[in-house]
T-cell receptor, first 115, second 115 residues
């Protein structure tokens, strides 16, 4: 079974600075997707960025980018120019392309932005 | 498009009562997933349904929990004889099918509190 590990329960960063959230996963599959979700206090799960495992190029969405290291099974999220609205829980998730395509989530990292 | 609608947003039940959680997927989406989030944890997969069919219920407790997605109407997650340990946020997500590359669209969740 696949597992996802986020080793940083909490992180904080100064507004306008850059922060990196770590995520590692374990799988024997070759085709899969990786996601970062943001969960603000409203509880809504918001998709931040996704990465297809077959793509070597790291995904980028505006201030959000990932460092995908397939061999190391690492998928970190970098947030540049941090803003107060970025404060939230961040979850890394794995999705197999086999079977039910269910998401496997990490434990989450609580990100605080200091003004 | 109203997105994935879950109701109620908050539900309080006494131990031993039944809880019914509803999920209306996005228009055109025929695949529904239910996830449970315990306090300070990531989401855990419970069940995957297509219209009138349960495809994967490997994450659902064998007793007291059931799910359905009828031909007409919302998907229902039913918890009978609730216990304190059932207190959690329950999320529904929908997708148009297996080929969706963008993950799912999540609802805002139902927070169940058992007193």
């Amino acid at each position: 079974a696949q597992t996802v590990t986020q080793s940083q329960p909490e992180m904080s960063v100064q507004e306008a600075e850059t922060v990196t959230l770590s995520c590692t996963y374990d799988t024997s599959e070759s085709d899969y997707y990786l996601f970062w979700y943001k969960q603000p206090p409203s509880r809504q799960m918001i998709l931040v960025i996704r990465q297809e495992a077959y793509k070597q190029q790291n995904a980028t969405e505006n201030r959000f980018s990932v460092n995908f290291q397939k061999a190391a099974k690492s998928f970190s999220l970098k947030i540049s120019d941090s803003q107060l609205g970025d404060a939230a829980m961040y979850f890394c998730a794995y999705r197999s392309e086999q079977g039910a395509q269910k998401l496997v989530f990490g434990q989450g990292t609580r990100l605080t932005i200091n003004p | 498009n109203a997105g994935v609608m879950q109701n109620p947003r908050h539900l309080v039940r006494r131990r031993g009562q039944e809880a019914r959680l509803r999920c209306s997927p996005m228009k055109g989406h025929s695949h529904v997933y239910w996830y449970r989030q315990l306090p300070e944890e990531g989401l855990k997969f419970m069940v995957y349904l297509q219209k009138e069919n349960i495809i994967d219920e490997s994450g659902m407790p064998k007793e007291r929990f059931s799910a359905e997605f009828p031909k007409e109407g919302p998907s229902i997650l039913r918890i009978q004889q609730v216990v304190r340990g059932d207190s959690a946020a329950y999320f529904c997500a929908s997708s148009p099918g297996r080929t969706d590359l963008y993950g799912y669209t999540f609802g805002s969740g139902t927070r169940l509190t058992v007193v």
